[in-house]
């Protein structure tokens, strides 16, 4: 029988980053406010392109 091999550092960071993605996965679903904050950048974003566009079709005009 061979003895398990030590965790390596690499294995650590793997792990810990798979943890950290299932907590933060699970606070997304649990809270509506994380969501909200989460998503803010999107939809300013989104907005910012919409009055781009309209700023580009009247100066068309």
Not at 5 to 24: E, K, N, Q, R, Y
Not at 25 to 35: D, E, M, N, T, Y
């Amino acid at each position: 029988m061979t003895m398990p091999m030590p965790m390596s550092l690499m294995d650590l960071i793997v792990l810990l980053a798979g943890v950290f993605a299932v907590v933060f996965l699970a606070a997304w679903i649990v809270s509506p406010r994380l969501r909200v904050w989460i998503e803010r950048p999107k939809y300013r974003f989104l907005a910012d392109v919409q009055s781009y566009d309209q700023r580009q079709e009247k100066a068309r005009e």
